[in-house]
């Protein structure tokens, strides 16, 4: 899928990989990054893990919030937790996405449907469609 306009370009620069540092062309976000220790890291860093699952969930928190104007629901605060995963797939890595997402003010019923619907829009979430295994979870 692509866009039909760029809205706002975002730029970000890496060096050193997984242990080394990674930041935004205009400084707001600056990482010095680390191998987890459970990959044999010393985790005195983030990982690309942690910056994605941080992204995915604010991306689909504002998709929850965009489906719910649209549809004119009123919602209460929105809370996603993300949960990423990573390991080997063969030859190469792979990622797995678990989002569990609270919405508060709807019924179980609505806050599902709503989070099927940002699901669908969420460019996250259709950056990786059929590449990562994603599991959404409503929490009451």
Same mark, same amino acid.
């Given at each position: 899928?692509?866009?039909?306009?760029?809205?706002?370009?975002?730029?970000?620069?890496?060096?050193?990989?997984?242990?080394?540092?990674?930041?935004?062309?205009?400084?707001?976000?600056?990482?010095?990054?680390?191998?987890?220790?459970?990959?044999?890291?010393?985790?005195?860093?983030?990982?690309?893990?942690?910056?994605?699952?941080?992204?995915?969930?604010?991306?689909?928190?504002?998709?929850?919030?965009?489906? %719910?104007?649209? &549809?004119?629901?009123?919602? !209460?605060?929105?809370?996603? +937790? =993300?949960?990423?995963? @990573?390991?080997? $797939?063969? #030859?190469?890595?792979?990622?797995? %996405?678990?989002? &569990?997402?609270?919405?508060? !003010?709807?019924?179980?019923? +609505? =806050?599902?449907?709503? @989070?099927?619907? $940002?699901? #669908?829009?969420?460019?996250?979430?259709?950056?990786?469609?059929?590449?990562?295994?994603?599991?959404?979870?409503?929490?009451?």
């Amino acid at each position: 899928m692509t866009p039909d306009k760029i809205l706002y370009p975002a730029h970000a620069t890496s060096t050193g990989g997984r242990n080394g540092l990674s930041q935004t062309d205009d400084g707001m976000v600056v990482h010095r990054l680390a191998f987890p220790t459970a990959m044999g890291g010393t985790g005195k860093g983030a990982n690309p893990e942690q910056l994605f699952a941080a992204g995915y969930a604010a991306c689909l928190n504002s998709s929850v919030e965009h489906m %719910a104007a649209a &549809a004119k629901v009123a919602i !209460g605060p929105v809370t996603v +937790v =993300a949960d990423i995963g @990573i390991g080997p $797939a063969g #030859a190469a890595y792979a990622l797995t %996405a678990r989002l &569990a997402v609270q919405i508060e !003010g709807v019924s179980p019923e +609505v =806050a599902e449907r709503l @989070i099927r619907q $940002a699901h #669908a829009v969420c460019p996250y979430s259709n950056a990786i469609r059929g590449n990562v295994d994603v599991v959404l979870t409503v929490l009451d």
